[in-house]
């Protein structure tokens, strides 16, 4: 789920961090794979609003991809019954994978983790919840992205969803 920013200052200070933010997750999960016994794989998925029925995602699926061949006139048709459905905005995972063991995490969530204090994904799934609050100590004096913060919490948060992984001691049991 996206987080919830209508205030346009709060928006402006996403926007600085949010990019800074994912290159720094996705450095320091290379990092981590490097030194783990864990494969990962990154990969390109669709995040649907929930309660959308599984034939309500075939339907918008098949109109998306009908899109990259249709003809202008078609392409208005399409864009037309599009309108009235849901629209899934992408996201991007990292899958890994260790012996029988699969674990997906979702990168954007983790950048939101960064970005924003006390984040929590079930949080912006409830109307009734407030906006989230952007970690204001990211950002500098000047404005700027404060790059030793965000690299030392990007850091802590990659380092503990390695840790909270199934271990080998799990793995025999």
Known sequence: MLPRITDPTIWQKAELLMQPAFI???DNIRQQLDSSSWQGT????????????DETKIQVTQLLQAM???SPEQIEEIR?????????????HLHLQRQEHQVSLDLWDLCYQVCFVNYNREDQ???KNSEVTIDSSLID??????????ENKT????QQAFADLPTMSQESE
């Open 68 to 70: 990259e061949t249709a």
């Open 155 to 158: 850091k802590r948060l990659i």
């Open 80 to 92: 037309a019954t599009l309108h009235n459905l849901p629209i899934p905005h992408p996201g991007y």
């Open 24 to 26: 720094r997750i996705i």
């Open 42 to 53: 990154y990969h390109d998925v669709l995040i649907w609003p929930s309660g959308i029925t």
């Open 125 to 127: 799934e409830e109307p």
């Open 141 to 150: 004096q000047l404005g700027n992205v404060d790059w030793h913060q965000l």
